[in-house]
């Protein structure tokens, strides 16, 4: 079948029809480009395609269009040299469907209207640019189980969620290379992911793998409508130093300098993403996940049997902490991210909780970016969060530079000012290894409020919390980004340095030269805001360093302490959890 230059479909579907074991080439070779060319064009009714292979060529073309009825379109048995996703499947070619995407600017399933139902549809956009896989456009439901999408070119998508309805992708294969693509985009309506039946190459999960430069796996974009994003049981993997796992939110509206106001409601469980690929310490680029801006009423939550792993020298992730427009120009950015474990029986490695596992060295949990006081915004971080650091050199969360307002209120089960139960028990935050540290502040917390109920520190040097100074007369400090580790905010920290217990290995019982918070950034009374140049607070001044600490140096960590205070800090201590 040939979509020609004189007719918009090859077939018009208005009526139940099932289209089987064929082949279409779509195009507008003659050079006529007044309107986009299409193999099916599914009006009402029921098309049922099958085994049939689908070429799209030129530019603005579809291989099929739903404008209302449904659309059921599905494999036999997938060929495996179609798409490595497929490998040890025993179909061939003349049982699988097959979409390839040349050009640009063309879909391989366009819904405007209506529904449609894929099952392991092997489609690749190969060479152009803002082409899209799959585009759901209208107020219907897309429903995907196993097929296999392959991003090549550039700008382009796998899967299109751009109108008010829903996309669900049950066990859904996706690859990515080329540049600036995404595996997934969503920008409007709901998006949901989670495991399928059995797909021909043993895989039930959801898979995600970015390669290539600049791509995205998923990508949550808000920049003109709410979204809704639940990612159940998959798996996304960034091997790119360029690439991000799962970017939320946008910083601004489309074709606007306004900021974005709208918001991303996230919800994550049973899902793996790995940063092992990225190196995001090294160039700050690549993270397993980007938190950009959820929103004032959004949020990125993620729940129990969640991993976020890295394996040295990773970002596994990142916040943006800047305002890329000015506020009087539109609302603040806002991020809101929670880590939720489950309620039954959690155990070490149990898989109930929610927690960022690393191996090897320098790597960083949570990187809070590019703050400045001029373009300020509202971080949180909260919740339950597990962490396990096994390496050296690394950092649990990093705060760069000036927060107007950041809220950390990291707990145990959601209660705050209890001890913990076990090691195992949901936020519970672990190193192990030398030289780690699990918050470093470096830049000026203006407001919020700092709790973590549960350190479990292991190993030569360990820092709890460590407020970075500016003792070199010669370094002035940056009068946007106030890059001194002060913090307004009473800081509340609870936890143990040397402990024997289930969290600690063999090479790491020595714990040595630790400090449960090592405060060097000189803060104290007498200092007003304006000199660490803040000039905004003028003669405001940022106040002694006052913390409310309850850390135990178990029976390893000789020679240590649980506060440090040089540079000319004052702290004002006491323990309200005794």
């Given amino acids: 079948w040939w979509g020609s230059n004189y007719r918009s479909a090859s077939i018009l579907v208005d009526s139940d029809v099932t289209i089987h074991d064929s ?113 759901n456009n209208g107020n219907g439901t897309v429903t995907d189980t196993n097929s296999a999408i392959t991003i090549g070119g550039t700008e382009s998508n796998g899967i299109f969620q751009n109108g008010s309805g829903t996309t669900t992708l049950n066990g859904t294969q996706i690859a990515l290379s080329g540049s600036n693509n995404n595996g997934i985009r969503v920008s409007d309506g709901t998006l949901n992911t989670s495991l399928s039946g059995k797909a021909a190459g043993g895989l039930t999960r959801g898979n995600i793998t970015v390669g290539g430069t600049n791509n995205n796996g998923i990508f949550l974009d808000d920049s003109t409508n709410d979204i809704t994003a639940n990612i159940v049981h998959t798996d996304i993997s960034v091997n790119s130093t360029t690439g991000i796992g799962l970017l939320v939110g946008n910083h601004e509206k489309v074709n606007s300098n306004a900021a974005a106001n709208k918001n991303v409601k996230l919800n994550v469980s049973y899902t793996a993403i790995d940063a092992s690929g990225t190196d995001g310490v090294a160039d700050s680029n690549g993270a397993g996940v980007y938190i950009y801006n959820t929103g004032s009423t959004g949020y990125a939550k993620f729940n129990e049997a969640t991993r976020i792993k890295g394996n040295g020298k990773d970002v596994l992730m990142n916040i943006n902490n800047y305002n890329f427009d000015s506020i009087t120009a539109g609302s603040p950015v806002t991020n809101k991210v929670e880590f939720h474990g489950g309620t039954t029986s959690p155990a070490v490695g149990g898989g109930y909780t929610s927690a960022m596992e690393t191996s090897g060295d320098q790597n960083i949990g949570i990187n809070i970016a590019n703050g400045h006081n001029k373009r300020p915004t509202e971080t949180s971080i909260k919740g339950e969060l597990n962490t396990s650091f096994i390496g050296n050199h690394n950092i649990g969360i990093l705060n760069n530079y000036y927060a107007d307002k950041l809220d950390i209120n990291l707990g145990l089960s959601g209660t705050n000012n209890v001890k913990p139960a076990s090691i195992s028990e949901n936020g519970v935050m672990t190193a192990d290894g030398e030289h780690n540290i699990m918050f470093a502040n470096l830049g000026y917390i203006k407001s919020g409020t700092f709790n973590i109920d549960a350190l479990d520190m292991h190993g030569k040097g360990s820092i709890g919390v460590y407020l970075k100074g500016n003792s070199n007369p010669n370094n002035l400090l940056d009068t946007d980004r106030n890059n001194i580790g002060m913090i307004t905010p009473e800081l509340k920290v609870q936890g143990v340095l040397g402990a024997t217990d289930g969290h600690s290995s063999a090479n790491s019982n020595d714990t040595p030269n630790s400090v449960g918070i090592y405060a060097v950034s000189g803060q104290r009374k007498e200092i007003s805001q304006n000199v660490i140049g803040y000039v905004a607070g003028g003669t405001t001044t940022v106040g002694d360093l006052t913390v409310d600490v309850n850390i135990g140096l178990n029976e390893n960590a000789d020679n240590s302490v649980v506060l440090w205070a040089g540079e000319g800090t004052v702290i004002n201590a006491k323990n309200s959890r005794k």
Wanted: aromatic share 4%; charged share 15%; hydrophobic share 30%.
């Fill in 23 to 135: 082949n279409f080439k779509v195009g507008n070779e003659g050079g006529l480009t007044d309107s986009s060319r299409n193999a099916i064009v599914v009006t009402s009714n029921t098309a049922t395609v099958k085994d049939s292979d689908f070429d799209v060529l030129n530019d603005n073309n579809n291989a099929i269009r739903v404008d209302g009825g449904t659309l059921d379109i599905s494999s036999s048995n997938v060929d495996a040299s179609l798409n490595g996703n497929y490998t040890g499947s025993a179909g061939t070619a003349a049982t699988s469907t097959q979409i390839d995407l040349n050009g640009s600017n063309n879909n391989g399933i366009m819904v405007k209207g209506g529904d449609a139902n894929l099952t392991r549809v092997v489609i690749n956009t190969k060479t152009g640019k803002f082409n899209n896989g799959v585009v």
